[in-house]
């Protein structure tokens, strides 16, 4: 079974709107930690967002937030006003345990396409 | 945020013949690495967990006597794909969780990648 499960494999977004990023996992384990990752055509991993189970708050960063729905296990990302430059692959990833080196899963991602 | 180097970028060989490829982890100690392969347009698979003293950890399915993977201290880690296929021929990308105060809670710090094409 998929741990994390990104539905959308392509979106088309107008150059200026908000776009949201689906993203639901699954764990039995209390402690884990979401990601999301941007990767553009040039192939490097650009870190966006974290949020750690514990948190009360959704993370945010920038343009970037992360609407966390702990009892729904999911983990959107949210860009507000896309930009042209936002054109890439985005990646939800989940660390299932408490420590910084427990292994990292990724999601098979979303193609997300800005148009002007 | 930390940074990750991996070496080289782009490689071609011949089928047969083995490829080594570095991580190296420039301003921090990474105990841990992880490599991922990613085939076009797909997502980033975890091949295997490197563990810098002890032997790598492999994931399900994926041959240990393929893709050796040694760390030998704690800035580096390399993959050798062993007597490479053509169905070898992937982009391969290693990571390291940041050290405390680098980066958020565990954040994965990527190399730049590794195209290999084994003809």
């Known amino acids: 079974a998929q741990k994390i499960t990104q539905t959308q494999p392509g979106m088309f977004v107008q150059e200026k709107e908000a776009v949201t990023l689906d993203c639901t996992y699954d764990?039995?384990?209390?402690?884990?930690?979401l990601f999301w990752y941007k990767q553009p055509s040039s192939g490097e991993m650009i870190f966006l967002i974290y949020q750690g189970s514990y948190d009360q708050q959704n993370a945010t960063e920038g343009r970037y937030s992360l609407n966390f729905q702990k009892a729904r296990k999911s983990a959107n990302l949210v860009i507000s006003a896309s930009q042209l430059g936002d054109s890439a692959m985005y990646f939800c990833a989940m660390r299932e345990g408490p420590a910084r080196d427990d292994k990292i899963i990724f999601g098979k991602g979303t193609r997300l396409h800005i148009l002007p | 945020g930390a940074v990750v180097s991996q070496h080289p970028s782009r490689v071609i060989c011949k089928s047969g013949t083995s490829v080594k490829i570095e991580c190296r982890s420039l301003?921090?100690?990474?105990?841990?690495m992880f490599w991922y392969r990613q085939f076009p347009k797909q997502s980033l698979m975890l091949m295997a967990t490197?563990?810098?003293?002890?032997?790598?950890t492999y994931e399900q399915g994926v041959e240990k006597d393929k893709f050796l993977i040694n760390h030998a201290s704690l800035t580096l880690s390399t993959l050798t794909v062993t007597s490479a296929h053509p169905e070898d021929s992937s982009f391969y990308i290693c990571?390291?969780?940041?050290?405390w105060g680098q980066g958020m809670d565990g954040e994965l710090f990527f190399g730049e990648g590794s195209r290999l094409t084994v003809l």
């Open positions: 990571s390291a969780p940041g050290g």
């Open positions: 301003d921090f100690q990474a105990t841990t």
């Open positions: 764990t039995s384990d209390p402690s884990y930690g």
């Open positions: 490197s563990n810098e003293g002890s032997k790598a």
